[in-house]
């Protein structure tokens, strides 16, 4: 599975950004597309999940209720769509894939495929 993501960019705080991640190859051995992120300097960290083949999402604390994840699996495309950003929002953002338990798919290390990811700016 190949990943590429994109609709990073600069944005003012309280902007919104949607951003894309579209797959190619054997999605069907996958069963969740996440989005992570890493801040400059930190570690990267979980930000939403979605069942590739269902309809369950799963937010960071941090985002939830502001950012939303989606997908259209028939175009083989995953979407982050995310509202009201903050400067700490600021990343780079990748999206991964892979056959995940659900208990475990806050964690990075479980995903097996991963895009190249995508700046996000916010200015304050």
């Known amino acids: 599975v190949q990943l590429q993501a994109s609709g990073g960019g600069l944005v003012q705080a309280g902007g919104s950004l949607r951003l894309s991640c579209t797959a190619s190859?054997?999605?069907?051995?996958?069963?969740?597309m996440a989005w992570f992120r890493r801040p400059l300097g930190k570690e990267r960290e979980f930000v939403a999940a979605?069942?590739?083949?269902?309809?369950?999402?799963y937010y960071a604390d941090s985002v939830k209720g502001l950012f939303t994840v989606s997908g259209d699996n028939t175009l083989n495309t995953g979407f982050l769509q995310m509202n009201s950003l903050k400067p700490e929002d600021t990343a780079v953002y990748y999206c991964?894939?892979?056959?995940?338990?659900?208990?475990?798919?806050?964690?990075?290390?479980?995903?097996?495929?991963w895009g190249q990811g995508t700046q996000v700016t916010v200015s304050s």
């Open positions: 991964a894939m892979g056959s995940v338990l659900r208990t475990r798919i806050r964690r990075e290390y479980d995903y097996d495929y």
């Open positions: 190859g054997r999605t069907s051995d996958t069963n969740y």
């Open positions: 979605m069942a590739w083949h269902g309809t369950n999402t």
